[in-house]
T-cell receptor, first 113, second 112 residues
Framework: NAGVTQTPKFRILKIGQSMTLQCTQD?????MYWYRQDPGMGLKLIYY???????DKGEVPNGYNVSRSTTEDFPLRLELAAPSQTSVYFC????????????FGPGTRLLVL | GQSLEQPSEVTAVEGAIVQINCTYQ??????LSWYQQHDGGAPTFLSY????GLEETGRFSSFLSRSDSYGYLLLQELQMKDSASYFC?????????????FGIGTKLQVIP
């Protein structure tokens, strides 16, 4: 199993541009999450999904959108990129039930100039 | 809302034992998790406590006291590779089961 994969690894965007961060998991997990991590800080939840077709906002959803058309994929869309969105973005997934383990992807480093 | 406090930095000697504390304020507490993150890497899950007491996994142990809103991660027989950031995270039912709040992390430096 590849686990959780994310693309791209690194991207530079200009202010106002848009992009989609890709996230795929091959563990058949129902729950998927997007976090951002600013330097020296913890993880902040952007959006999450409890299954295909079901998504909900996390702590910091403004400026982002998500979709979940399949169990495997959970892309994160940035519209009108702003310097405040410069961060490292992690996607994670978790199996069902009360299992706590979240499996994280390697992250996407985004720089908005 | 939820808040967590943990020390920002800890330094310990190789072979020693170190304890990283985490206090939290939340309503509808469900459980406390610990994650390890090496510089430039992704967080990896270490342990989870939903009930009071000690959970042991090899050299790592995690403790929870729900009445004190307090937990800690204990790392024994420290190795150089344990140098990393350690995050506590709470799952809070009042915020929705799926929402987890992470602390800002404790940077552990293991020295020879």
């Amino acid at each position: 199993n590849a686990g959780v994969t994310q693309t791209p690894k690194f991207r530079i965007l200009k202010i106002g541009q848009s992009m989609t961060l890709q996230c795929t998991q091959d563990m058949n997990h129902n729950y998927m999450y997007w976090y951002r991590q600013d330097p020296g800080m913890g993880l902040k939840l952007i959006y999450y999904s409890v299954g295909a077709g079901i998504t909900d906002k996390g702590e910091v959803p403004n400026g982002y959108n998500v979709s979940r058309s399949t169990t495997e994929d959970f892309p994160l869309r940035l519209e009108l990129a702003a310097p405040s969105q410069t961060s490292v973005y992690f996607c994670a997934s978790r199996g069902g039930g009360f299992g706590e383990t979240q499996y994280f992807g390697p992250g996407t480093r985004l720089l908005v100039l | 809302g939820q808040s967590l406090e943990q020390p920002s930095e800890v330094t310990a000697v190789e072979g020693a034992i170190v304890q990283i504390n985490c206090t939290y304020q939340t309503s509808g507490f469900y459980g406390l998790s610990w994650y390890q993150q090496h510089d430039g890497g992704a967080p990896t899950f270490l342990s989870y406590n939903a009930l009071d007491g000690l959970e042991e996994t090899g050299r790592f142990s995690s403790f929870l006291s729900r009445s004190d809103s307090y937990g800690y991660l204990l790392l024994q027989e420290l190795q150089m590779k344990d140098s990393a950031s350690y995050f506590c995270a709470v799952r809070d039912l009042s915020g929705g089961y799926q929402k987890v709040t992470f602390g800002i992390g404790t940077k552990l430096q293991v020295i020879p």
